[in-house]
């Protein structure tokens, strides 16, 4: 923005973030859009312009899927790529959106962070499918002072969230003590080649949706876990379904119970064959003076 007293004329030039999606499924998608909508903002304040210059996808339909939002948004035609090293080594981007299947985030993580040209990361959650793998990113990364590695843990941000979290970021509460959350949806989405139906792919039910959730109870109980406790079950969903001879092993119900060292309790309530739910999400944190 120009200063006080100082024309327009006289503002410099905004500084441009090259922005380069790998995965552009429904959540690249996504993404896209919302870096459409960040692009229109900036700009208005003429601080940063955002710009999305290339896509990286190894399924071709889900490129063109890419460019044709791409074109309905406005956007200048990026150019594609049918996999995240081509990406890298066409110098396009300066910040990277891995919004790529779960099982993929550990290889193209570590070589985005291994690249000689620094790249900012926003990756999508989970950050990877295995605790051994997740430990290896954070170390690599560690050793990358010049980037920015951030898992798009986003219901933080979702005004509902982002209120309860300032409530209880101010002591109203008092010390709290116990954290409930209750997901009753529908059933997973439909993927490319539904590879979301499958542990191996996605780290299981509880790591590629529930993660949310265990982010915001640790959180809220502001402490580290000590002890978990859980019950889960296919029951419903996927049974019937086949998949190169397999049949899905993801479940689709669960009870996990979370004790922190300053003996908080956080308690997770799922079922995803519930789509009639009138309330598909409900968050309950109780303090010692005070619930929400």
Request: net charge negative; proline share 5%.
């Amino acid at each position: 923005m120009a200063r006080e007293g100082v024309g327009a004329a006289m503002a410099p030039a905004a500084a441009e973030v090259r922005y380069g999606i790998v995965g552009v499924g429904m959540m690249g998608r996504e993404h896209l859009h919302n870096l459409a909508h960040l692009a229109g903002e900036v700009e208005r304040e003429q601080s940063v312009r955002v710009c999305v210059t290339c896509l990286a996808d190894p399924h071709p339909e889900s490129l063109l899927l890419g460019l044709r939002l791409a074109a309905e948004l406005g956007l200048p035609p990026p150019q594609t790529f049918s996999g995240h090293r081509e990406l890298l080594d066409s110098g396009l981007c300066d910040a990277v959106v891995v919004s790529s299947p779960n099982m993929t985030h550990s290889e193209i993580l570590m070589d985005i962070i291994g690249y000689a040209k620094p790249h900012h990361v926003l990756v999508e959650k989970p950050l990877c499918t295995t605790v051994q793998d997740c430990e290896k990113v954070i170390e690599a990364a560690k050793h990358r002072p010049d980037i920015l590695v951030q898992v798009g843990l986003e219901y933080r941000y979702m005004p509902p969230v982002a209120k309860l979290i300032d409530i209880v970021k101010s002591g109203t509460l008092g010390q709290v003590r116990m954290v409930a959350i209750r997901e009753h949806r529908f059933p997973f989405l439909v993927k490319v080649k539904n590879w979301n139906r499958f542990n191996y792919n996605s780290g299981g039910t509880l790591v590629e949706k529930c993660c949310h959730f265990f982010d915001l109870i640790r959180l809220f109980a502001d402490a580290n876990p000590v002890r978990v406790m859980a019950s889960g079950a296919i029951d419903v969903n996927h049974k019937d379904e086949v998949y190169d001879g397999k049949v899905p092993d993801i479940i689709d119900n669960a009870y996990v119970i979370v004790e922190f060292d300053n003996g908080c309790r956080g308690m997770l309530d799922l079922c995803m064959f519930a789509e009639g739910s009138k309330n598909e999400q409900e968050i309950s944190v109780v303090g010692d003076t005070g619930k929400v």
